[in-house]
């Protein structure tokens, strides 16, 4: 990140896109949670390029902790919808299966 750009805002940016993830999660809209990872990934590649100054270090753990405890949160939320998609691909499965047991009968 170039030394001239101020460091707050974009550390704000990181916290707010991390918290906006994790309420994108919660409300099962999967594809935005998706699109807004790759702001914030791009935002973090270019946040660690070069070391924060010295006052900015505080604050950038802070968010740094912020991040990955939503991050965990987005991870179970993650979990419990594989788990879901699983249950109905399952189910769609079987009726596959009776559908064909009926065709063949």
């Not at 924060?52 to 902790?65: G, S």
């Not at 987005?74 to 594989?82: F, G, I, P, Y």
Request: aromatic content about 6%; overall charge negative.
């Amino acid at each position: 990140m170039n030394p001239s750009i101020d460091w707050e805002p974009q550390i704000q940016r990181l916290r707010y896109l991390s918290l906006e993830i994790l309420e994108l999660a919660q409300a099962d809209e999967w594809e935005i949670v998706t699109e807004k990872e790759v702001e914030r990934r791009a935002l973090i590649e270019a946040l660690f390029q070069t070391p924060p100054p010295a006052a900015w270090v505080p604050l950038l753990k802070d968010v740094v902790q912020v991040t990955l405890s939503s991050d965990a949160r987005v991870q179970e939320l993650a979990c419990a919808e594989m788990d879901k998609l699983s249950d109905k691909l399952r189910a769609l499965k079987q009726g596959r299966r009776a559908l064909s047991a009926y065709d063949v009968a």
